[in-house]
């Protein structure tokens, strides 16, 4: 994929969207690298003009910048994808790279036990970030990537995390809007306090059909060196013939691995 400067707009393109004056620099140039997301990975300069609010002649100068340094790159087409560059600073990220370098020998070691998909979460704001995911040919399927975000709420690895935060975040969490994908997603907010209590209790989190209806999970949290939960492991099965307690020993044990792999250590 080459790396191109774009040509200049033609005149008659002037606009796609009036830009906000009050925007600065960083706030337009973030703006054009958010105007790339998993639904739309490769963007023309007007794509990426109307969806960051840029006038073309902006998107135009902005885009030329980041191509230049690496974060885009534009193909023979004059398509824009994301560059390189990115991907080596997110690498960076204790989250991102290096935690999943300490995780992945043990989910390969749950896959081998499972033949499921075993995925890797850890949160961002109000939803998780699936930083790992390995699936099996003929695991069922699942709306997961790596780079995806779902709701705490609605997901095994997603309940292990917010189980484990502090109260008053919990709480704000449970009174705000709680988004339904299916039938079973849970939306009552003191049913969601009750089955936070009970993954504390029980140590995992088991969503059943919460994002699709065939699907189950099973998730435990995972700990960094100080103890305070950093991550979640979790693997998903067919709902239709769960096997939840043999499932729960392998996901803890994976867990455990991986905490301890991070540096925690449990109390005596």
């Known amino acids: 994929m080459t790396t191109t400067r774009p040509e200049t ?11 906000p004056t009050a925007r600065s620099a960083p706030d337009r140039l973030l703006a054009v690298l958010a ?17 960051a609010g840029l006038t073309l002649t902006t998107a135009h100068r902005l885009a030329g910048a980041l191509t230049e340094w ?23 990220a204790p989250r991102g790279l290096a935690l999943r370098q300490a995780a992945l020998p043990y989910l390969e070691d749950l896959y081998e036990s499972t033949h499921e998909n075993v995925q890797l979460a850890v949160r961002d704001g109000t939803e998780v970030v699936y930083t790992e995911w390995i699936s099996g040919r003929s695991a069922v399927g699942v709306h997961i990537r790596v780079g ?12 292990a995390l917010l189980a484990h935060d ?17 039938p079973y997603t849970i939306t009552d907010p003191l049913r969601l306090r009750r ?3 009970e993954v504390r209790r029980a140590g995992v989190a088991v969503s059943d059909r919460q994002v699709t209806d065939d699907a189950l999970s099973v998730a435990a949290p995972v700990r960094g060196p100080g103890g305070a939960v950093v991550a979640a492991v979790s693997v998903v099965v067919p ?20 905490s301890r792999a991070l540096g925690w250590r449990p109390e005596p």
Do not use: K, M
């Open 9 to 19: 707009p033609a005149r008659s393109e002037t606009t796609v969207r009036s830009e």
């Open 35 to 51: 105007a790339f997301d998993h639904e739309h990975t490769a963007l023309s300069l007007s794509d990426i003009a109307r969806r």
């Open 70 to 92: 690496g974060a885009l790159e534009r193909d023979a087409s004059g398509v824009y994808h994301v560059g390189l560059r990115l991907w080596e600073i997110a690498a960076l």
């Open 148 to 159: 995806a975000r779902w709701p705490l709420h609605a997901t095994g690895v997603g309940l």
């Open 166 to 182: 502090d109260p008053n975040t919990q709480e704000a969490y449970c009174a705000g809007e709680l988004a339904s994908f299916t």
């Open 195 to 197: 089955v936070l209590a």
């Open 239 to 258: 709902q239709v013939d769960a096997q939840v307690p043999a499932l729960i020993p392998a996901v803890r044990l994976a867990a455990r691995g991986i």
